[in-house]
């Protein structure tokens, strides 16, 4: 009897905690997005299931401590390993030819890192947030989730749950936050504005530019180094021509065993005594007011450079510089194809800043660290 009854005191059910049952109730709304709404899910599902492990009473299965996950978590964040590792992959999925045809899209997608300054300066100054910690919220209007946790880890770990789970919450609700916005800053004339086609990018220019554009950003802020460098070996490896074993490497398998890994260990960092605070509700609305200005700062200076442009641009474009990469270019065309009844179609000019922003996103998280790491 007294055997049975240590049993019981020592089972999860006797330990749980209101923490506890709470985390489970938002691991299974970040699982039920991921599966009935497809939401992210190749990230949501797994970040959602670290989630319910990290709260499991006695199981000792949370990103600390001595546990299985603890050991990827150590090994694969603390060094800054995986966050590199899917730029790696992004790089090798990434075509750039949009961007290189329209090399003004790279302003948009400057413009639309706007995002990371507003909530970075509010979390700072309006609410009680450190330096670090403010530009670890910041980061989340980029809309990438791997460069959230790149700095997060270094500059704040210990807000790294709620930080990744903002970041990739709203890279999920791009389709229902970006239309909104757009309709409100844009004219009917505006969306309907056709953009004529790229200029062709010649094959040598692929190629230097990934080979370019990684030593000068290194060189400018070297701590982006680490995220700018594999996302453009990435593109250097699909653009080569002679390295698809590696492209087809980077850009499957290893990307989706480093997702797997990434979203559990971060998931796992999400113990109920820790997420559960006023402090995460805040980082939750500041993500929503970064991902909202990055969105509307990219619309805004596109409507700008139009004031200078005999050729007008469609400002919907701009929308797409957060790095989202390709759902925010695809939200835009949809939007603008919905409101032109189908006349036009801005898929591609809108790629161009949308894998500029990829690139803004990884050099603001370098700058950011160079300024407070």
Not at 16 to 38: D, H, S, W
Not at 191 to 220: E, H, K, Y
Not at 278 to 300: D, K, P, Q, W
Request: net charge neutral; charged share 10%.
């Amino acid at each position: 009897m007294e055997t049975a009854l240590e049993l019981i005191r020592q089972s999860g059910l006797a330990n749980l905690t209101i923490e506890n049952v709470g985390m489970f109730v938002i691991a299974g709304v970040l699982i039920y997005l991921g599966i009935a709404k497809n939401y992210e899910p190749l990230l949501l599902i797994p970040i959602g299931f670290g989630a319910i492990l990290a709260n499991l009473p006695m199981a000792n299965l949370g990103s600390y401590g001595d546990g299985i996950i603890a050991l990827i978590y150590d090994a694969g964040i603390r060094t800054e390993l995986l966050p590199p590792l899917i730029f790696l992959g992004v790089g090798a999925l990434t075509d750039f030819r949009p961007l290189l045809g329209r090399p003004l899209t790279f302003l948009l997608g400057a413009a639309a890192q706007v995002g990371i300054v507003v909530a970075a300066l509010s979390a700072g100054y309006l609410l009680d947030f450190n330096a670090q910690e403010a530009a670890s919220i910041g980061i989340i209007g980029g809309a990438d989730g791997p460069t959230s946790i790149f700095l997060a880890s270094q500059l704040a770990p210990h807000l790294l749950g709620p930080i990744a789970v903002a970041a990739y919450s709203y890279m999920s609700l791009v389709p229902i936050i970006q239309p909104p916005i757009m309709r409100l800053l844009t004219t009917k004339k505006e969306r309907a504005i056709d953009m004529p086609q790229a200029i062709p990018v010649s094959q040598r220019a692929v190629i230097l530019f990934p080979i370019v554009t990684g030593l000068v950003a290194s060189l400018a802020v070297p701590s982006s180094a680490p995220l700018i460098g594999m996302l453009m070996l990435g593109n250097l490896l699909r653009e080569s021509g002679v390295t698809d074993r590696l492209r087809k490497t980077a850009g499957g398998a290893l990307i989706d065993i480093v997702t797997l890994f990434l979203a559990v260990s971060v998931g796992a960092t999400m113990a109920g005594e820790y997420f559960l605070t006023t402090r995460t509700i805040m980082i939750l609305v500041l993500g929503a007011v970064a991902f909202s200005f990055s969105t509307a700062g990219g619309v805004l200076f596109a409507k700008v450079l139009n004031v200078f442009l005999r050729r007008k641009i469609n400002p919907c474009i701009g929308a797409a510089g957060v790095s989202a990469v390709p759902m925010s270019a695809r939200v835009v065309q949809q939007f603008v194809s919905d409101q032109t009844d189908g006349r036009v179609n801005p898929l591609m000019p809108a790629m161009g800043p949308n894998v500029a922003g990829v690139i803004g996103s990884a050099v603001a998280a370098g700058v950011f660290l160079t300024l407070l790491g």
